[in-house]
């Protein structure tokens, strides 16, 4: 589990394909990383298989790939890392289980006084989890929901965000990791399935 607050921005250093299955290495900045950890990268909860002092390698399931931006990476791509949360950890963001619904592509950036609005699409299915102040990982970075539509939701972010993330350098038409909020997912079962137990 995580909290969607990024501690390093990794570069991918390896990408190798066997059939379907990927090994990544990666260059970080982490610290005390050791084998078997769960790391976030971009959003997605994977295992450390290797590491050396500040490189690391993982494994992909074709399943990943499937359902993430991981297709779309080469050596030289920048990725948001986040260790996974330990009981003592502050919770700056909010529960991300690094487990990806679905991508979606940026559609607009705007840039405000001390922000800018960054508007993706989403597929409609995935909408019921969305509401507006609530939250949202995107390539593991936790978000507030700004606005919402059928088919697209907005997000703000700070010069922070934007300086310490790979979001600040996002163009429009790139694709990226999005995981709804678990517990509005929990939430929006329960009542469905409380409503349809009433008919």
Same mark, same amino acid.
């Given at each position: 589990?995580?909290?969607?607050?990024?501690?390093?921005?990794?570069?991918?250093?390896?990408?190798?394909?066997?059939?379907? #299955? +990927?090994?990544?290495?990666?260059?970080?900045?982490?610290?005390? %990383?050791?084998?078997? =950890?769960?790391?976030?990268?971009?959003?997605?909860?994977?295992?450390?298989?290797?590491?050396?002092?500040?490189?690391?390698?993982?494994?992909?399931?074709?399943?990943?790939?499937?359902?993430? #931006? %991981?297709?779309?990476?080469?050596?030289?791509?920048?990725?948001?890392?986040?260790?996974?949360?330990?009981? #003592?950890?502050?919770?700056?963001?909010?529960?991300?289980?690094?487990?990806?619904?679905?991508?979606?592509?940026?559609?607009?950036?705007?840039?405000?006084? #001390?922000?800018?609005?960054?508007?993706?699409?989403?597929?409609?299915? +995935?909408?019921? +989890?969305?509401?507006?102040?609530?939250?949202?990982?995107?390539?593991?970075?936790?978000?507030?929901?700004?606005?919402?539509?059928?088919?697209?939701?907005?997000?703000?972010?700070?010069?922070?965000?934007?300086?310490?993330?790979?979001?600040?350098?996002?163009?429009?038409?790139?694709?990226?990791?999005?995981?709804?909020?678990?517990?509005?997912?929990?939430?929006?079962? =329960?009542?469905?399935?409380? +409503?349809?137990?009433?008919?």
């Amino acid at each position: 589990m995580f909290t969607g607050i990024i501690k390093n921005i990794g570069t991918i250093a390896g990408v190798n394909r066997e059939n379907d #299955n +990927y090994r990544l290495t990666i260059n970080h900045g982490l610290n005390d %990383l050791n084998l078997g =950890d769960s790391v976030s990268i971009n959003g997605i909860c994977l295992t450390v298989v290797d590491f050396q002092k500040n490189q690391f390698q993982v494994d992909v399931m074709p399943e990943t790939i499937k359902r993430t #931006n %991981l297709a779309e990476i080469s050596v030289g791509t920048k990725v948001n890392l986040e260790p996974a949360l330990k009981p #003592n950890s502050e919770i700056g963001g909010h529960f991300v289980l690094g487990h990806i619904d679905t991508t979606g592509k940026l559609l607009s950036r705007e840039v405000t006084e #001390n922000s800018v609005l960054l508007t993706f699409s989403i597929p409609k299915k +995935y909408n019921p +989890y969305l509401v507006e102040k609530g939250s949202i990982a995107i390539d593991g970075v936790s978000l507030t929901l700004i606005a919402v539509t059928e088919d697209t939701f907005q997000v703000g972010i700070i010069p922070y965000t934007q300086d310490e993330t790979i979001l600040g350098s996002l163009e429009v038409n790139q694709t990226v990791n999005l995981e709804t909020d678990i517990l509005g997912k929990y939430i929006y079962k =329960d009542l469905k399935r409380g +409503y349809q137990d009433e008919k």
